[in-house]
């Protein structure tokens, strides 16, 4: 639809450019005539000794051509005008379609990331999943996937890319950069690097975000280092982070509490149908 | 209206979704799915495809082996391929062009980028 109409700006446009065109060759020549015309007035011998010696026919076809240029000078400021409008609308056109493309992506993404992170009751596969939103959706080279043991207060690893999973250490709720963003379920981004500056540690996060459902923390995912070709965060970046902080969280509860249920639920089919069905 | 056919072998079921979904925009598009390179070299020899997405990294048959292999067989030597890869592994795009790839595209994809390799490629009008 918007490529249609745009498509029709752009042939309109040039059906304007191209009447532009000739409406000012057309002016050009009646230019060039009328100049000639008065030339030949004023270079006419008068036989009655007079400065001039122009009929009243001449006089009158000049004030046609003169007419007929002025009207020929309003339609051409009449079709700039309208070029420029039509050029006008062409770029909002264009950049409505580039809106319309952005949100497009940033719905495909969001809608893949929740699908995929509902697609199973398996925390493996929940785990994969999240990787896989954090790797190929957000674009982090370096992460990890931490679980939060609230009995013992600590943050434990349990998936990660880029490093071994061995150069995670646990960290305890509450302590450093991670352990704070747990403690206190507010997502944490690192301020841009300056340029000339020291670069960030590698065991310096880039964003924190916790996982909580209902007032309990699950864990949190850490980046610590983007693709390089990631220049920085974007909007789409921000509402996957909003996304993972709620979903991955569900998703993994409801992956840990599936197993126990159907146990429970095993001592009653009608509710193991209730479940499962 | 002519039906093209894209094969996507990709090991991660996140980015196929996401790769459908950009390349469902298109019009007259069937799209087969195939979850590493030995499915994916099932598929291609089985079947007749007009572009295939290639991911470089995947279990049982990585991409650069599923290219080559493609590229080794006479009937498939003009087949448009795409890889997929990141933008850190260089070395593994360049290899996969020299085997025969025609394009590639750096995760984290965009569904324009998508669609603007596929019609390229397919030799549709943009």
Redesign the interface.
Known sequence: MVGSDEKHDGTRGEELLELFARGTDLTRQLLEEAAQLRRRVVDAPSPDGSDLDVTAEEQAALCDWIAKIDELQAENRGLLEGLRAAEDRNRGWAERHAEI?ER??EL??L???S??LH?SFDPKEVVA?IS??V?????A?VFALYSCDTEMGSLTPVACEGRPLSSFPPIPVGVGVIGSTVAEGTRFVAPPVAAGSEDRGENDPVVVIPLYVRGSALGAIALYKL????SGLSDLDRQLFDLLETHAAAALLASRLFPMSVATAGKSPSRVDRITN | MTDYRILIVED????R??LV??LKRMKGVQIVEAQDGMDGLRKVTSDHFDLVFVDINMPVMDGLKLISLIRSDASLSAMPICIIT???AKDDRERAIVLGANEYL???????KVLSIARDLLKLPA
Not at chain 1, 135 to 139: A, P, S, T, V
Not at chain 2, 12 to 15: A, G, N, Q
Not at chain 2, 106 to 112: G, S
């Open positions: 493309e497009h992506n495909a993404n809608y893949v990331a699908y995929q697609a999943a896989e939103i790797i190929n959706l957000i674009g080279e693709f390089d070709q990631k | 991660s079921p996140t980015m979704q996401l979904f950009a990141t933008e850190g750096t995760k984290p994809i965009q569904a324009n």
